[in-house]
């Protein structure tokens, strides 16, 4: 407690001491948790979390001094139950995860995939030390100790992901990785199941009330964890925390919970928890009780509120803090399809978002970046922003159409789509008004190719980017090709000559390189030096609406690039390295077509090196080249693998 750790300080050391709380691994996990009490002085806590904030990244959340602060509090209290309920009523490990998983919206690897990655080791001291920090009187202690096969798993070295495994493992048999799960009871391991439980498959319709009510012992199953946790929750404020908001940010971010316990509890509604633990025998929250009917959360005036307990207040946002989803309340939209909506971010700034699946792009998504273009002058906009909140800007174009047309072999059809994302995409770069890209998560193939054809860029720092195209067996097809050798060609740090910024084009494209960060893409050219770098996810859009209103006050559309490429003898040049990689056995024989017809491309075709090539002839080499290479089996193969599998196909 702060009180312990300030004993003996003298006034002013006191004043400026608090406790902050990161989780695991810092640099991917969003939360941080602040304890203050009435003698903190409010400068030093006002530093803290700005430099938290803009310069860490962190979504700071405001707990009580209280054990195991928010998160932990009520996370380690959802594993214990999962874990001691699942091994007294019999349910497998992936029974649990299936049903607990996906219908609940907690993270993908489930329950026990959690305490793998966290590691076994460390449950029994949070366990431990909350059993001594907690009053006699918190529903924790009625959860039990640690399960005894907790303990022997951890004595014989299975920690989880660190050790030899942990509720799952990887197992090699005849030079083969399968995949194994304990089995709760005897704790011997077996084949890992994907069960398919009617349990979980009623939440499609009928939401997690659905899975609640299954009359399975899987429904069951979860109704005995989750039912306790959501309670235990609404019993916490304002003990733990001033509000419900704080609470279920704090499991967003702290255990990726797509929605917080709350948030739950409005899905199931909030009587509907009453009644049940009523039904059980078990004490309403008084909190719950106060909300009766209502829900903790509601949409007044446009803006997002939740309740304290007597009345309702807004959900406060840090200044310098925009979200679409706050957008998406107060306004309708300027325009919408089936894969992408345009947004009035105001002040003359609109906003595309992509809505498709996994944000992927597809012709819905390049006819409304044509009408933006086309229309948002006349509408008075000035500037666009590029960006949506999902977890990934975009990870590309939609390859079932490439595989869709080559299996037909209508390859009239896949240049038409080649050639209209690629006009499409030169409609963004030279558009009358600016356009900034403000990516988060991966933005790969495609998705590069978007913010290759914007004017700046304003990237979240955990921004993966890359032209993977290569692993589906193709090149970049909608001016990826194009734009990075012009980017290296205008690069100050290049080499002399026409060779360098192909070679440095080539490295990238052929081994399909993905920034590791946002910093990192600067050094291959996705990110300018001029772009942004913004640490927190929260503060990207704000920070590209700025930086679009200022390129509006005299924007003037780019040149396009003259290119002096190498033709013939560049190409020699990359077609004997990539050999040497295929004797080697770094790269396959697929592999080298496609870095063949790579350097192709981006060595100008047959050009001459005292030649001028121009972009739109560089966008007429990446149509030929896929067309080309979809017309070959072994890059059919990749992109129906990709499409299957999810991942890439050596061949």
């Known amino acids: 407690p702060l009180k312990v750790l300030t004993e003996g300080m003298d006034d002013d050391l006191k004043r400026r001491f608090l406790i902050t709380h990161f989780f695991n691994p810092p640099r991917y996990m969003r939360l941080m948790e602040i304890i203050t009490d009435a003698s903190t002085d409010p400068g030093a806590e006002d530093r803290i979390r700005a430099f938290t904030d803009v310069q860490m990244g962190k979504s700071v959340v405001t707990a009580k001094d209280t054990p195991g602060f928010i998160a932990n509090r009520i996370g380690t ?33 489930g329950i026990f995939g959690l305490l793998d990655l966290v590691g076994l080791d460390l449950m029994p001291h949070v366990l431990s030390s909350l059993e001594h920090a907690l009053p006699d009187t918190d529903p924790f202690h009625a959860l039990g100790k640690a399960p005894e096969l907790l303990q022997k798993m951890i004595d014989d070295g299975y920690t989880g992901r660190k050790g030899k495994g942990g509720f799952y493992r990887l197992n090699t048999e005849s030079g083969d990785k399968v995949k194994e799960a304990i089995d ?95 039904k059980d025998s078990r004490p309403v929250p008084p909190l719950l009780s106060a909300v009766g009917a209502g829900t903790f959360y509601r949409v007044e005036g446009g803006r997002l509120q939740h309740f304290t307990g007597e009345n309702y207040e807004d959900v406060q946002r840090p200044d310098g803090v925009l979200l679409l989803e706050d957008i998406k309340r107060s306004s309708r939209p300027i325009a919408r399809n089936m894969s992408s909506t345009l947004w009035d971010l105001g002040d003359g ?11 992927s792009l597809n012709p819905f998504i390049v006819r409304m970046m044509n009408k933006a273009v086309r229309e948002l002058p006349g509408r008075g906009f000035k500037a666009m922003v590029i960006h949506n909140e999902g977890s990934n800007f975009s990870v590309g174009a939609n390859i079932a159409m490439l595989m869709y047309g080559a299996k037909l072999r209508l390859w009239p059809f896949i240049r038409w789509v080649l050639k209209s994302g690629q006009d499409t995409f030169a409609r963004l770069k030279y558009a009358p008004f600016p356009i900034v890209g403000a990516p988060s998560g991966m933005a790969l193939g495609g998705g590069c190719e978007v913010l290759l054809h914007c004017d700046a860029i304003e990237a979240h720092a955990e921004t993966y980017i890359g032209l993977v195209e290569a692993g589906v067996g193709i090149v970049p097809g909608w001016g990826g090709c194009k734009e990075l050798l012009g980017r290296w060609t205008l690069s100050k740090d290049r080499a002399g000559g026409p060779m360098p910024p192909v070679m440095k084009a080539f490295e990238t494209i052929a081994m399909a390189q993905v920034s590791k960060s946002a910093m990192e893409a600067r050094d291959l050219l996705f990110l300018r030096p001029g772009d942004g770098v913004v640490m927190n996810r929260d503060r990207v859009l704000a920070s590209a609406k700025a930086r679009a209103l200022e390129m509006a006050k005299d924007y003037k559309a780019p040149e396009p690039v003259e290119l002096r490429l190498p033709g013939p003898t560049g190409r020699t040049a990359l077609d004997l390295g990539v050999r040497d990689f295929i004797s080697k056995g770094i790269a396959s024989p697929h592999d080298g077509v496609i870095a063949h017809e790579l350097a192709f491309v981006l060595s100008g075709g047959e050009t001459d090196v005292l030649d001028i090539v121009s972009e739109d002839r560089v966008l007429e080499l990446e149509r030929d080249a896929i067309i080309r290479l979809a017309h070959t089996p072994q890059t059919r193969a990749r992109v129906e693998h990709m499409l299957k599998q999810g991942k890439p196909l050596r061949n």
């Not at 209290?77 to 019999?90: C, D, Y």
């Not at 039912?227 to 908001?245: G, K, S």
């Open 184 to 278: 709760l009871q005897p704790g011997v391991y077996g084949p890992a199941q994907r069960p398919k439980l009617a349990a979980a498959a009623v939440a499609k319709k009928g939401g997690l009330r659905a899975t609640l009510e299954h009359d399975s012992a899987e429904g069951r199953y979860a109704r005995s964890v989750l039912v306790p946790t959501l309670a235990y929750a609404a019993a916490l404020v304002p003990e733990i925390a001033d509000n419900p908001e704080a609470v279920d940010r704090a499991m967003r971010l702290g255990y990726n919970w797509k929605v917080g316990p709350f948030e739950l509890i409005d899905k199931l509604g909030p009587a509907w928890l009453a009644e049940t633990l009523s």
């Open 349 to 359: 700034v609109a906003c595309l978002e992509f809505t498709s699946k996994m944000n």
């Open 77 to 109: 209290f959802w594993l214990h139950a999962a874990v001691t309920e699942a091994i007294r009523q019999g349910i497998g490990v992936e029974e649990a995860d299936a049903v607990l998983g996906r219908p609940a919206g907690i993270p993908r690897t």
